[in-house]
């Protein structure tokens, strides 16, 4: 956590100024919120750092939904805190909503893209992805963790969605692509970390019921109710 402000303040600081950071945790058992104080306290002057704390889980779809409800600028850029991408992805993503993107949604998978990450997981997000498209129609990479889009837009998809877990990605683009939001895709470098929040073990089955979950709730909205 500290390497990842120390990069992300002092990019920002230099190509971003006006830019805020905004942390959302939620429940997390290690030491983010001890770091993250200690981090603003030696930086009195850097970029400015909102912390977020829940007592519990909210979900990773959960957590992002407070982050962007609490954040102030015109465009809000979503991304893992180990910085899976480079961070000139971040300049990017704002040019492309500056010249008429709604949400920019990276893309592990199309033309221009890289990907450094273990076959296993390569291979059951490519899992994913296909469902995906086979039950929804989704032709994104929804599950890249990088993502930017105009706040208000965001806002307004956030508070329409129902599944706050790890497949929250599919439910969103498909909120805001309906709410009338030009998607655009953006190919990333990606690298992989032992360090991420996600667990295969752990989330993979959750992320697939989701995925039927918010199948039913698309296809048979009366089923809900």
Known sequence: MKSCLTRLSEFLRLNHSSSEIVIS????TDRTIQIVHEFREQNPSGVPITLLH???RLGK???LKRGIETAQGEYTVFTDTDLPVPLDTITESVQLLKTGADVVAGSRVMKGSSRDEPF?????SRG???LARAL???RWDSQCGFKAVRTSVGRA???KIVNPGFAYDVEFLLKAKRMGAKVVELPVQWRYSKDTSMKLSRDIFGMFRELLRIFVQ???PESDK
């Open 120 to 124: 296993r997981r390569r291979a059951l």
């Open 157 to 159: 998809a956030f508070s």
């Open 54 to 56: 829940a007592e519990g």
């Open 128 to 130: 994913f992805h296909v």
């Open 136 to 138: 929804l129609g989704m």
């Open 61 to 63: 779809g959960g957590g």
């Open 25 to 28: 945790e939620d429940g997390s």
């Open 218 to 220: 698309t296809h048979f």
